[in-house]
């Protein structure tokens, strides 16, 4: 059965730092990964989409990366700002048809102004 | 920006009533899901429907559940008898291709409905 850790679960930086958010997965038989924002009693941001033959994607200031040989994904947040401050989560798609996510559960940011 | 609706946003109801949350998926939009989010916990996968019916559901998504897309728009979750435990965030999310598919499979999902069953 797949299992999705993040750490940390709470992590404080300065405004203006780069940061990274970590990711694991125990089975690396995965389609793809997915990373997402979520806001307090909000719904799910969609950040980044990774499939499985990638090494990496870029939006902006985040870059998400994927070993799956290892069973990890990073978020690199570069010159963070306060409006990063949010739950990050990320998610695996698993294979053969399992259409189901598997969701990590979150790193807590907090960017200090 | 197209978006996933959901209504209502918070739902209160008494323990063995019937609840009936809705979603309109974006509209090009082929697969659709529900997830749920019990308060402090992960977000878990509920169900997955596609071509008008259940492709792939979870142990949680027991005959107290079902779903149905009554017409080209919406994408309903109903419980049947709610329980004390169905108490959570609930997110319905639509892709535009198979989440396994090469080329995409993102994920979009809509800001959730809170139920809450006293």
Redesign the interface.
Known sequence: KQEVTQIPAALSVPEGENLVLNCSFTDSAI??L?W?RQDP??????LL?I?S?QREQTSGRLNASLDKSSGRSTLYIAASQPGDSATY?C?V?E?E??????????TRLTIIP | EPE?T?TPSHQVTQMGQEVILRCVPISNHL?F?W?RQILG?????LV?FYNNEI??K?EIFDDQFSVERPDGSNFTLKIRSTKLEDSAMY?C?SSEK???D?N?????????S?LTVL
């Open positions: 389609y793809n997915q997402f009693g909000k719904g799910l941001t969609s989409l499939q033959s989560l998610a798609g294979t048809g399992n259409e189901k996510l598997t969701f990590g559960t979150g | 996933v959901q697969y899901y997830y916990q992960k977000v878990e996968f997955s492709s792939e979870s997110f999310a198979h989440p396994n090469a995409t499979g993102e994920l979009f999902f809509g800001e959730g809170r």
